[in-house]
């Protein structure tokens, strides 16, 4: 999707860490911007500050684990700004602490938000999309620790694997409709990821565990238009994976080197 500029993008988790700097690098790019965050005041912030640089932004309240509230942002996408090209359904939340400790509350949160909020933003918007025609992209954040799994982060980790095979799977759906499908896969970033607990539904406040382990990973992290200037490429690209740590190739090479050696086993 290489013509982006004067475009519409939707970007879920915009008003925070990596979504914000989405909606930094997608309006610098010359997309008008819908901000959809649980966070309604963050949301409002993003977009304003937004507008202040030039461009057309709306904020949108929603929570993507809703699928009423992900509908009505579709809804409100294509009212307010006529059509929509760009969704980046980024939203997501981190548990930590090992998998026998994790809570049926940690287990519920998390898949309802990173998985449950990537399935809803695509149910609400590919019927849109298709139905639109033309060229269009859809953006899910997944992570390296959807290809890497690592101990303390296996509930993080086993919702980012699904967010992988479910994009994998779209983006082969989607081909045909000239609809492109692109999994996110960033490591370190400076976010505040950690505080996603200021968000946790009060019915599920029994907690296994903090993902302290990856705070000095975030705070050495890249800084989150960083990873919104990589996504703006994989946009125009059609990527089927975008990355922002080159330095984790050779980490992934050998997992999957790993892998065919077990064919011959």
């Known amino acids: 999707m290489r013509d982006i500029e004067g475009k519409v993008a939707v970007v879920t988790g915009g008003a925070s860490g990596i979504g914000r700097g989405l909606c ?3 309006a610098g790019a010359g997309m008008r911007v819908v901000v959809a965050d649980i966070d309604a005041a963050g949301a409002e912030e993003t977009a304003a500050e937004l507008k ?7 904020a949108v309240p929603t929570d993507v684990s809703d699928r009423a509230s992900t509908e009505a942002l579709a809804e409100t996408a294509f009212r307010e700004m006529g059509a929509v090209h ?3 359904n980024n939203a997501g939340v981190i548990v930590g602490g090992s998998l026998q400790n994790a809570t049926p509350d940690d287990w519920e949160w998390i898949l309802s938000v990173n998985l449950g909020g990537v ?11 298709r139905a639109q025609g033309g060229e269009a ?4 954040t997944a992570s390296v620790g959807g290809l890497l799994s690592a101990p303390g982060l296996g509930v993080y980790c ?3 694997f699904a967010v992988i095979g479910f994009t994998e799977a779209l983006r082969l759906e989607l081909q045909s409709d000239g609809i492109g499908v ?7 970033v400076r976010t505040n990821l950690l ?9 599920l406040e029994d907690a296994g565990g903090r993902a302290d382990s990856i705070k000095d990973a975030l705070e050495a992290g890249i800084e989150p238009i960083a990873v919104g200037e990589s996504v703006v490429r994989g946009i125009r690209e059609n990527s089927p994976y975008i990355f922002t740590h080159p330095e984790f190739r050779d980490i992934v090479e050998s997992k999957f080197k790993g892998i065919l050696a077990n064919f011959s086993t």
């Open 24 to 26: 930094e690098a997608l």
């Open 52 to 58: 202040h640089g030039g461009a057309e932004s709306l």
């Open 86 to 88: 760009v969704v980046c």
């Open 119 to 129: 399935v809803n933003g695509c149910h609400a918007f590919v019927p849109r999309l």
């Open 137 to 140: 992209q859809i953006v899910n």
């Open 158 to 160: 086993t919702t980012k």
């Open 182 to 188: 692109s999994a996110l896969c960033p490591a370190g």
């Open 195 to 203: 505080d996603a607990d200021r968000n946790r539904p009060a019915r």
